[in-house]
């Protein structure tokens, strides 16, 4: 098995779930790639945090490399082709390629890129304003700079300071020009290195932030091959999010209540099996 992508999804996410994994299949079918990925989701009715069930997903998986979807998120029409051509020719730590993010079902998108070139998490506003996670740790701690030219603004992690910082992501949000990554969860792995640094499972959001900045800390990514073109759009929803909401941490029935709101509107769509994805379809 060449590939295995990594999906965590909860019930009431159905419908977003079933137009990706409609999306994956027909891919898979169309290009002959059934030999070639698995598909492994964890489904669960809000039982374990995320963080739980990424580890999870990346100990059952079977491929040389992995990727993780959100359940939410879509892809490419030829994603799956192109990833795999990539892996049959080049072996590498890490394939990247650019990822289109919208914000709040905004039509504009903002481009991510990743290498390992790059410092973990930046923003780059235009006009000489950039800003940088430059640590996030274990013990819940991150370090933020704002840099305008050649000049650091700010620094270490404080109340005030991260406040500013909150103020002036407010005001320039609509105004990013790009974003870069080191690594990312959303990007092609090579398995041992997915697996060799664990998921937090006591840190409600940004789990995906703190594992990547662990990967970039331990220099485990030697090499790398980027596609330049974007195969992976993000969408961003606050009132959609699981984990984030106005209060810190939402309770399960909270989760349940959020969801069951938004979707009230929306008609459901049933995911019928067929022979073909029992064999590409793994769920835990």
Not at 79 to 88: A, E, G, P
Not at 252 to 272: H, P, Q
Request: charged share 30%; aromatic share 14%.
């Amino acid at each position: 098995m060449e590939l295995s992508i990594l999906i965590a999804t909860v019930p009431p996410r159905k419908k977003y779930l079933n137009k990706l994994l409609f999306n994956l299949q027909k891919q898979i079918v169309e290009n002959n790639l059934q030999d070639k990925i698995e598909i492994i989701v964890y489904k669960d009715n809000f039982e374990k945090i995320i963080g739980y069930k990424k580890n999870k997903l990346y100990e059952s998986a079977f491929g040389k490399y992995v990727v993780s979807i959100d359940d939410d998120d879509m892809i490419s029409d030829d994603y799956c082709k192109v990833l795999i051509d990539v892996i049959s020719k080049y072996d590498v730590d890490q394939i990247s390629f650019t990822q289109a993010y919208y914000h709040n079902n905004k039509k504009n998108w903002v481009p991510i890129y990743t290498s390992k070139n790059n410092k973990y998490y930046h923003i780059d506003f235009g006009f000489g304003l950039n800003f940088f996670i430059t640590k996030y740790d274990k013990n819940k701690n991150s370090n933020f700079e704002i840099h305008f030219g050649r000049f650091k603004i700010l620094g270490d992690d404080n109340f005030f300071k991260k406040l500013l910082i909150s103020l002036i992501l407010m005001i320039f949000n609509k105004k990013i020009k790009k974003s870069t990554r080191h690594c990312s969860h959303n990007v092609v792995l090579k398995k041992e290195i997915a697996q060799s640094v664990k998921f937090t499972t006591d840190r409600s959001k940004e789990e995906d932030i703190e594992w990547a900045t662990e990967i970039y800390k331990k220099k485990l990514i030697k090499t790398d091959y980027i596609i330049d073109k974007v195969l992976y759009h993000y969408y961003y929803d606050h009132d959609m999010s699981i984990t984030r909401s106005d209060k810190k941490v939402l309770t399960k029935e909270e989760k349940k209540d959020t969801f069951i709101k938004n979707l009230k509107s929306t008609k459901d769509i049933d995911w019928v099996i067929r022979p073909i994805d029992k064999i590409n379809i793994r769920w835990i």
